[in-house]
Each structure stands twice: as C-alpha cells, then as structure tokens.
C-alpha cells in the first residue's frame, strides 16, 4: 500500500516536471539558434566589411596607376617635344652659320653691307641659343608649345634672311661678271683702235662698244641698288607693317637684279657680235701684216 503511494507520488512529480524539462529544451533550442545567427550575421558583416575595404583599396589603387601612368606619358611627350624643339632651334642656327660664311665669302659686296647683314643674322643665332635654353627648362606643357610655336612664329628669320642673301649674292655674282666683262671691253677695245691705226674703217663698232660701256655701267647699278634696298631689313617677327614693308623691298631688290642680269645678257651678245666682226675685218696676216704693205706702198 505504501509502495503504491511512492510510485503514485513519483509520477506525479514526473507529471508535473515533464513540461517544465521540454520548455528548457525548447529554450535551450531557441537559443543555440539565436546564438548561431548572431554568429553567422557577425560573420556576414565582417565579410561585407573585408569585401568593401577591399574594393576601395582596389579603386584607389586603379587611381593611383592612371595618375602615374598620365605623368609618365606626359613626360614622355615633354621629352619628345623638347626633343624636336631642340633639332629645329639647332638646325636652325647651323644654317645661319652657313649663311654668315656664305655673305662673309662674297668678294664684290661692300665690308659695310655685308657687316649690316651679318648683324642681324647673329642677332637671329643668339636668339635661338637663348629660346634653346628656355625650352630645355620648360616644365609645362602649355609653356613648352608655345615656345616650340614661336620656332617659326615668331622668330621668322628664314623668311627674311633667305632672300636676302639671295639677292646678295646674285648682285656679288653680277659684280664680278662686271668685273670679268669689263676686262674683254678693253681687249676688243684695243682691238678696234688698233684696227682704225691700220687704216680699217671700223666705224661700224661704235654704237656696240658704246652699247657695253653703257650696259656694263648700268648692271653695276642695279646691283648696287638691290644691295641698297635690302641689306638693312631685319626680321619681322610677327609685325604685320614690318612685313609688308620688307617684302616690297625684297620685291624691288629682286627686280634690280632682274634688270642687272637683263643687262649682262645684252653685253655678251654686244661681245660676241663685235669679236666677230673683228675677225672678219682683220686681214690674213694680222695687222701687223697690213700695217707692213702699208708702209711699203707708202715709200
């Protein structure tokens, strides 16, 4: 009887704990649950949080390449532009070398003209020494083009410079051909006088010597004057009135020595007919042949 009680009491303790042991396992459950999604959105956060650190990282990274390889390609470009700049400044000043040896090697060109344009070639060399400098000490691009523009925008001396000593020369070459043409004038000069001793009519002559007196004269002018008009000019660098002003000198110089050559081809045609005529009224023998029959028949 009393152990039926024990048992009795014992299940109703077990009734009684019974649902109080399946809360806590319930519980129990809920939190190994909550403590999982805690952990696994912890762990989510933090990825995310590595994953955005990362692509920051990697932007600022890309940034950082760009810019370096922007300033590597821009001095790549400043290097090739310095490098440009300073064959054409340098061939530049070679040929005005060139050109001072050239006007300094002319024989009939006065000391003082060839001084006046030898000046302003220098003037034009030392410029470009100085613009030389300025470019290899660029270090802006915007600076460095404008310089390298200014190469032949403003320091134009080839558009000067070039056609004067052209013209300088041709009125050089004009002189000594005056010179050497002078010299046959007198030969078929003493020729002719020497003709009329022998008693040959050579009135037929006088209008073609006369002729190459005159022209001889007159390319000694103009050459002079195309020297006059143009040895004087400088360089316009840019100015629109100093331009004009040199190219109608330059146009007139040009036209002198024109009118120079124009002269030096009508003397050698005068040359060339009066030799001819020459020969053909010399006798045989030579004048010195007739001058002997004539003194002969005279005694």
Same mark, same amino acid.
Request: proline content about 1%; glycine content about 4%.
């Given at each position: ?146 310089? %390298? ?10 558009? %000067? ?6 013209? %300088? ?131």
């Amino acid at each position: 009887m009393k152990t039926s009680r024990n048992i009795l009491a014992v299940a109703t303790v077990f009734a009684l704990v019974a649902p109080f042991a399946a809360s806590a396992q319930i519980y129990g459950d809920v939190n190994a649950n909550i403590t999982t999604s805690v952990v696994n959105a912890s762990a989510t956060a933090e990825f995310q949080g590595s994953s955005s650190t990362t692509r920051a990282e990697m932007r600022t990274k890309a940034s950082s390449t760009r810019a370096a390889n922007m300033e590597a390609r821009q001095a790549n470009m400043m290097q090739r532009e310095m490098t440009t700049a300073d064959t054409e400044i340098t061939n530049r000043i070679n040929s005005l070398n060139n050109l001072i040896a050239k006007v300094n090697a002319m024989a009939k060109v006065s000391s003082s003209d060839k001084a006046s344009i030898t000046a302003t070639i220098q003037a034009e060399i030392n410029a470009m020494t100085s613009l030389k400098a300025k470019v290899d000490a660029d270090t802006g691009t915007t600076t460095l083009r404008t310089d %390298l523009k200014s190469i032949t925008g403003d320091y134009r001396v080839y558009a %000067l410079v070039e056609p004067q000593i052209a013209i %300088l020369a041709a009125a050089d070459r004009i002189n000594q051909i005056v010179s050497l043409m002078t010299t046959v004038e007198t030969k078929i000069n003493a020729r002719i006088a020497a003709l009329q001793s022998a008693g040959i009519d050579v009135s037929a002559f006088a209008s073609t010597t006369a002729d190459i007196s005159a022209k001889l004269g007159d390319a000694g002018v103009q050459s002079s004057a195309a020297v006059s008009a143009t040895a004087s000019l400088t360089p316009d660098q840019g100015n629109a009135t100093v331009a004009a002003s040199n190219a109608a000198a330059l146009k007139t110089g040009r036209a002198d020595i024109k009118a120079g050559n124009a002269d030096l081809q009508a003397v050698r045609r005068d040359m060339e007919a009066a030799i001819i005529g020459i020969r053909k009224i010399t006798p045989r023998g030579g004048l010195h042949a007739t001058t002997t029959a004539s003194t002969t028949v005279n005694q």
